[in-house]
C-alpha cells in the first residue's frame, strides 16, 4: 500500500500564475473521470465531459461556490484536509497529490535548498561506474555532468553546445543520438509527466518558461504531451536501446538523490542482463 504524503507546512505565498496552473490542473483530471465511475447517472446533456464542478465539491464535501473559485485560480485559503478530500475524490496517485499540494502552496515535507555547483565528487563518482552510463540532472532535466559511457552509448555530450544540454531538449528535437529507445513513445511521455510534476515548484520562473516556450514552438509532439496535464515521478522502468553497431542493449535506471544539493539526482543506467554488460564493456573500453 502507497503510504500519502503528509503536508507539514504552508508555503509563504502562492503566486496569482501558480494559481491559475492549480485550476487547469484541477479542470483537466475531473474532465478524465466518467459519472458512471463515481457513482453519478452517465445521463443528462453536459457541456464539457467528466465530472462536473458540482460534483466534484460534493465528492469531495466541500462548498460548490468554494470549489469553483479554487478552480477559477482565486487566492483563498486551502488545508491540507481539504486538498486530501478533493485528491481523493478526482482519484489522485501520489504523484498528483503531490503536484496538487505544491500547486496549491501546501509543502510536501521540507523545502529543497538550490544548488549552485556540483562538487567534484560527483563528476567522480559518475567516472567511476563505467562502463555504465551515467548523469547528473536537476529537476529541469539540465544535465550538469555526465561521463564518457554514456557518450559514447546514448549521445555525446561534448558535441552538444552546452545551452543545448537538456534531457527535454535533446529528446524532442535532437537528431545526435547514438541509439534509439524501443519504447520512445512512453520514454517521453513519463519524461514530460515528471518535468510537469517538478514545474508545480517553478510556476513563473523565467528559465522554467522560456524552456517551455522553446519545446512547445519546436515540437508539437512536446505540445501534444504537455497538455495532458499528466504528472509521474522520473522513470525506473527498464529501457531498451538499440544502439548503432551494436544492436540491443537492456539496460534499468537508477535514480540516486543528492537531497543535500538540492533537486539534483545521479541517474546510472545499469546492465540488466550478461549480453548488455558484455556489449556495454566493448562500447565503453578504454583505448
Request: hydrophobic share 40%.
Amino acid at each position: 500500500m502507497t503510504t500519502l504524503p503528509v503536508a507539514t507546512d504552508r508555503a509563504d505565498r502562492t503566486v496569482p500564475a501558480q494559481r491559475r496552473e492549480l485550476g487547469v490542473f484541477l479542470r483537466s483530471r475531473r474532465e478524465r473521470i466518467r459519472p458512471d465511475e463515481v457513482g453519478f447517472a452517465p445521463g443528462g446533456r453536459r457541456r464539457t465531459p467528466g465530472l462536473r464542478r458540482e460534483e466534484v465539491a460534493l465528492l469531495a464535501g466541500v462548498g460548490v461556490t468554494w470549489y469553483t473559485w479554487l478552480e477559477q485560480g482565486r487566492d483563498i485559503n486551502v488545508s491540507a484536509q481539504v486538498l486530501d478530500a478533493i485528491a481523493t475524490a478526482l482519484r489522485f496517485d501520489r504523484q498528483e497529490r503531490n503536484h496538487l499540494y505544491r500547486l496549491a502552496g501546501v509543502r510536501v515535507g521540507p523545502a529543497q535548498g538550490a544548488c549552485s555547483a556540483l562538487p567534484p565528487t560527483v563528476q567522480k563518482t559518475l567516472d567511476a561506474v563505467s562502463p555504465y552510463p551515467a548523469l547528473a540532472l536537476n529537476d529541469r532535466y539540465d544535465i550538469l555532468a555526465f561521463n564518457d559511457a554514456y557518450c559514447r552509448v546514448v549521445i555525446d555530450l561534448e558535441k552538444v553546445p552546452v545551452e543545448d544540454r537538456n534531457m527535454l531538449w535533446l529528446n524532442f528535437v535532437s537528431n545526435a543520438w547514438k541509439c534509439s529507445f524501443v519504447d520512445a513513445e512512453s520514454t517521453k511521455h513519463h519524461m514530460v509527466a515528471a518535468f510537469r510534476a517538478a514545474s508545480a515548484d517553478h510556476v513563473g520562473d523565467a528559465l522554467w518558461q522560456d524552456l517551455i516556450q522553446s519545446l512547445l514552438s519546436t515540437s508539437p509532439y512536446f505540445g501534444e504531451l504537455w497538455e495532458r496535464y499528466d504528472v509521474d515521478a522520473p522513470s525506473t522502468r527498464t529501457k531498451v536501446l538499440d544502439v548503432d553497431g551494436h544492436g540491443i542493449l537492456r539496460i534499468e535506471p537508477i535514480n540516486l538523490w543528492l537531497s543535500q544539493l538540492g533537486p539534483l539526482r545521479v541517474t546510472v543506467y545499469t546492465a540488466l542482463d550478461e549480453e548488455t554488460e558484455t556489449k556495454l564493456r566493448q562500447i565503453v573500453k578504454p583505448g
